[in-house]
């Protein structure tokens, strides 16, 4: 079975501190791993990955995948309360009519204190 | 205006009643896509079309329908709400074409409560 496991689960951090979230998958046929940032209600979407160790990059948010070892991190540098969210991993799969379907984690509850 | 929209925003209904949950797109994008959301659990897919012609179940599809009615429409119902269905819903496209293991957009969800 399909599965993408992020940790930690929630996390409280003080402006400034950096912080590191990582997203494990196991997926048939894997295609692609996506971040999305979800606020108050719909997910917005942050990076996609389908390259091993080429790091994504936008402002103070940077990812990179591991395709051996099948995971992902997400770094927020400098953090500010803004910067509070869920943040969602999902996966993609080139296998049969679920081709590009996402595949999503749990997520990471990120609350960054003043 | 918002390129993916949902209607209603907020539903609450009583168990035994059908509901329909409505989502539409401006984007031109040929595949859309239900999820539900509950709270430590993540996205779940419901159903997801490729065109008007195709309907596919996803993960969490019992005591759903939906409908595809034209490209820019994909509504979802069910038959006979009850309460564990009581969650916030997302309408999401994506642009196959394009890249078919791009991104997807999400509408600003609906948040359902059965009672």
């Known amino acids: 079975e399909d599965k993408v496991v992020q940790s930690p689960l929630s996390l409280v951090v003080h402006e400034g501190d950096t912080v590191t979230l990582n997203c494990s998958y196991e997926?048939?046929?894997?295609?692609?791993l996506l971040w999305y940032k979800q606020e108050k209600k719909a997910p917005t979407f942050l990076f996609m990955l389908t390259s091993s160790g080429i790091e994504k990059k936008s402002g103070r948010l940077s990812s990179i995948l591991d395709k051996k070892e099948l995971f992902s991190i997400l770094n927020i540098t400098a953090t500010q309360t803004g910067d509070s969210a869920v943040y969602l991993c999902?996966?993609?799969?080139?296998?049969?009519?679920?081709?590009?379907?996402?595949?999503f984690g749990k997520g990471t509850k990120l609350s960054v204190k003043p | 205006d918002a390129d993916v929209t949902q209607t209603p925003r907020n539903r609450i209904t009583k168990t035994g009643k059908r509901i329909m949950l409505e989502c539409s797109q401006t984007?031109?994008?040929?595949?859309m896509y239900w999820y539900r959301q509950d709270p430590g659990l993540g996205l779940r897919l419901i159903y997801y079309?490729?065109?008007?012609?195709?309907?596919n179940k996803g993960e969490i599809s019992d005591g759903y329908s939906v409908s595809r009615q034209a490209q820019a429409k994909f509504s979802l119902s069910l038959e006979s709400a009850i309460p564990n269905q009581t969650a916030l819903y997302f309408c999401a496209t994506s642009d196959f074409l394009a890249g078919p293991y791009n991104e997807q957009f999400f509408g600003p969800g609906t948040r359902l409560t059965v009672l």
């Open positions: 984007k031109g994008h040929d595949r």
């Open positions: 999902a996966a993609t799969t080139n296998y049969g009519g679920s081709q590009g379907n996402l595949i």
């Open positions: 079309s490729f065109d008007v012609k195709d309907i």
């Open positions: 997926v048939t046929n894997f295609r692609s």
